[in-house]
């Protein structure tokens, strides 16, 4: 089965940093993706966590715990653009389940 | 642009209608998935397709249906549409799991 856990909303003051977490009970876990949704529109891939560890790409940075079922994405530098919800989706087996997401407002 | 063609993009049908949703998955894909996103509510995985053959299904009511055709375009048939059914519906694709890259949707207004 599929349960996952993430905050609902995030506010943050542009040019800050915001960690959104995530948590996760997913059965034949084999990866976990953060997408990036504006409202609307379809989701865009961020990053891809197989194995427990940070990934760094530019101003976006994912953490995953195996172990603990976690995972945080990282956002450096925020910039109005950021504005959006933020989508948590660890895949078990051949399916990719997403959680609700966690919308974060980017203030001036 | 994605890769991956959703037709149409906007569809606006009466209760107790019929409708098909098509997706073209981005070249090289064997794999097609498709969610439904109702308003404020997050993507639930409905069904998916790969190669033609059905691998994995979510919580898809018994009205929908999908198929996968011999050229990996997928079909989403909705039918006796109910109110509750207006979303937005997404296809993605991918090469063996290792991304997933969705279309750009079609949303569904049931009157």
């Known amino acids: 089965g599929q349960n996952i856990d993430q905050p609902t909303e995030m506010t943050a003051t542009e040019g800050a940093i915001v960690q959104i977490n995530c948590t996760y009970q997913?059965?034949?876990?084999?990866?976990l993706f953060w997408y990036q949704q504006h409202a609307g529109e379809a989701p865009t891939f961020l990053s891809y966590?197989?194995?427990?560890g940070l990934e760094e790409k530019g101003r976006f940075s994912s953490f995953l715990s195996r172990s603990k079922g976690y995972s945080y994405l990282l956002l450096k530098e925020l910039q109005m653009k950021d504005s959006a919800s933020y989508l948590c989706?660890?895949?078990?087996?051949?399916?990719?389940?997403f959680g609700g997401g966690t919308r974060v407002l980017v203030k001036p | 642009d994605s890769g991956v063609t959703q037709t149409p993009k906007h569809l606006i049908t009466a209760t107790g209608q019929r409708v098909t949703l098509r997706c073209s998955p981005r070249s090289g894909d064997l794999s097609v998935y498709w969610y439904q996103q109702s308003l404020d509510q997050g993507l639930q995985f409905l069904i998916q397709y790969y190669n033609g053959e059905e691998r994995a299904k979510g919580n898809i009511l018994e009205r929908f249906s999908a198929q996968q055709f011999p050229d990996l375009h997928s079909e989403l048939n909705l039918s006796s549409l109910e109110l509750g059914d207006s979303a937005l519906y997404f296809c993605?694709?991918?090469?063996?799991?290792?991304?997933?890259?969705f279309g750009s949707g079609t949303r569904l207004t049931v009157v």
């Open positions: 993605a694709s991918s090469v063996q799991g290792a991304s997933y890259t």
């Open positions: 989706a660890p895949r078990g087996g051949n399916k990719l389940t």
């Open positions: 966590n197989v194995l427990d």
């Open positions: 997913t059965s034949g876990f084999n990866g």
